[in-house]
């Protein structure tokens, strides 16, 4: 009920500046494009080319983000807490958390309350941001994503919600 409310706030107002000059990330934006730069210049993308994703950010200093593949396996049991160990691998392919955002000078500031991955809650994950026109990018300081220190840069499209 809270995310449909977070999503139905979200989905009336477009990014504008707000009235202190700084950036106003109000509004739902859809994921373009993810991808990781490692340490030695190689580049992959852990969701595919074409990852399917939503971040949302609301008036009241909350925001949502879920990313996952273009394609998952379906559960042959229909029972989300009955699956095989192939369907399990490919269930934890999912990005998910929300809270409290700050934004300060060239970063925004996500303060996570909930998470798929139990090891983010309660803390906080910064991604330097730029706005160009509609479209969004987050970058991170680098971090271990499977295994390996990379930094990873999302390319945001605001929806006109």
Known sequence: MVLTSMVWINM???????????????????????????????VNYPFGKNPRGMIWYDRNGYMGVNIMPEERLKFESGDMFVATERELRDAIRYIAYSGKFEVKENKVIHKIEVALFPNWVGRDQERFYKIDGNRL???TK????????????????????
């Open 137 to 139: 990018t987050l970058t």
């Open 12 to 42: 009336c107002h477009p990014p504008v500046k707000n009235m202190t000059g700084n950036v106003d990330f109000e509004g739902t934006w859809e994921l373009i494009s993810f991808r990781n730069e490692g340490e030695d210049g190689s």
């Open 142 to 161: 680098p971090m271990k994503f499977e295994g390996k220190q990379v930094i990873s840069r999302l390319v945001w499209e605001h929806t006109g919600q």
